[in-house]
């Protein structure tokens, strides 16, 4: 099988600026799952998404491919995941190349090992399926959930408000990191999450979301922890 690794790094990130190429730990942030992709000998390719002359230059110096820039189209703020992977798709089918199997991993995902890429990789494999995300348990029942009712704080779903936590059926989060794909299945539905979706679960340590100056924080936090 062809596979794939695609990283959508975009420039103009507002809230930290020049996010995907900030400096963590003595590097590059968008080195961490460059390097992490080329451990897993998984790819045939390694690409970086990018409209950002800079961030190209960066990926290029850590040996990922950039074969083509992103458009403009998909270079804003409301462009999704699902745009930008069906863009670079097409891209390379303009060039004559095809993938059976594409992984989109993060520019910040400086807390993945390529233990979990491949896990991840070999669960699509051997359940068939469409896409296998990585996830986080909530720490916490969500369906004890609480809400500010005009001043006020009170229970979202108060059907649950007598019931134990243990009792509670378990909730997950997208954890941000990366998403595998089987392209073929990804163009008939166009979507990342499906009835055919499968998943690994992470720790809580295991990946951070960033998109805040307190994200960039809890990043560092886990990575000392971890190297600890």
Known sequence: MRNLAVIPARGGSKRI????IKEFNGQPIISFPINCLKESKLFDEIMVSTDDLEIAEIAKKYEAKIPFFRSSTNSDDFSTLTDVLLEVIESYRQKGVEYDN????LPTA???TKDKIMNAYNLMIDNNYGTVVP???????IQRALKD???FLKMKDLSHINTRSQDLEDSYHDS???YWINTEKF???????TDNTGFVELKEFEAQDVDTEEDWIMLELKHQYKRN
């Open 187 to 193: 163009l008939a539905d166009k979507k990342i999450f």
């Open 17 to 20: 600026s020049k996010k995907n």
């Open 176 to 178: 941000g990191q990366f």
């Open 110 to 112: 400086a807390l993945i």
């Open 135 to 141: 996830v986080i348990k909530y720490s916490y029942p």
């Open 102 to 105: 594409i992984c989109c991993i």
């Open 149 to 151: 009712d005009g001043g």
